[in-house]
């Protein structure tokens, strides 16, 4: 799921970076990258990587945390919306760390 969004957010995300660093509009950007068709696909691979282990990591790791926590203290973490929050946090957190190389490379 997340190499399938990269299709859509890549060249998106080109255009954008490109108008922060030449200025113009996206219109003008746009007509520039698509004078070298090599260029529409500039940041593909580190996009694609980025967002599969994004979707890897928040998916995966916050229900995780979530069982462990109501596990752990039962108490704290008697049902599972009390759970969810943190385990959100703790897997977006997680998430971030094993994408933001992937997304400097991108850049």
């Avoid at 997340?2 to 490109?18: D, F, K, N, R, Y």
């Avoid at 090599?38 to 229900?63: D, H, M």
């Amino acid at each position: 799921a997340g190499t399938v969004s990269a299709l859509v957010g890549s060249p998106l995300e080109l255009i954008m970076i490109q108008q922060q660093r030449k200025g113009g509009s996206a219109p003008t950007r746009i007509a520039n990258i698509i004078e070298n068709p090599a260029n529409v696909g500039r940041g593909f691979v580190g996009a694609a990587i980025r967002e599969a282990l994004w979707t890897c990591g928040y998916l995966s790791i916050p229900p995780v945390v979530r069982r462990t926590l109501m596990e752990s203290y039962p108490e704290t973490f008697d049902t599972n919306d009390k759970a969810r929050i943190p385990a959100a946090l703790l897997g977006g957190l997680f998430a971030c760390y094993l994408t933001h190389p992937f997304d400097t490379i991108k850049t």
